[in-house]
């Protein structure tokens, strides 16, 4: 029985991640963009990560007389993830620390949006560096799923 739970919890997970062309991973989310960010922001936060800044740029949008559908970007890391990533091409630090965009598509469908670890190790040359690059993939892949799974 446990097996077919992971099973199908694998299933749902793959069929909801777009993988695109540009960088970013994009998971669907079972929850509404504030829910999805919470659930986000604690998950880091209890793994020792820290959350640097959460912002609402549907709130930023109204204050200048604008309508954006609910976005909002969490900015987050760890020197003890980010340092080795570093160390191996430093220019990827413009693209840390690491962010996650949660975002309600036209549909009223939410996703979870990070850059791919591949593509900035691609981006900044990177080379021999592949494990501490799956070690982020992993774990931006578990942060996404708890964040969005039901």
Partial sequence: MRYLLYTLMAV????S???ADNGIISIKSSHD???T?????SKLKEK????FIRINHAE???KVGKKLRPTELIIF?????????????????IDLPQKALIWQDEAGQVWLSYNDPKYLASRHSIKGCSEVIKKIEKALGNFARM???P
């Fill in 12 to 15: 749902f997970f793959f069929a």
């Fill in 33 to 35: 963009v504030k829910t």
């Fill in 17 to 19: 991640v777009t993988y």
């Fill in 147 to 149: 964040a969005t799974m």
């Fill in 60 to 62: 930023g949008a109204q």
């Fill in 77 to 93: 890391g760890n020197p003890k993830v980010g340092t080795p990533l570093m160390q191996c091409g430093q220019s990827v630090a």
């Fill in 37 to 41: 960010v919470d659930r986000l922001e």
């Fill in 48 to 51: 020792g990560m820290t959350v």
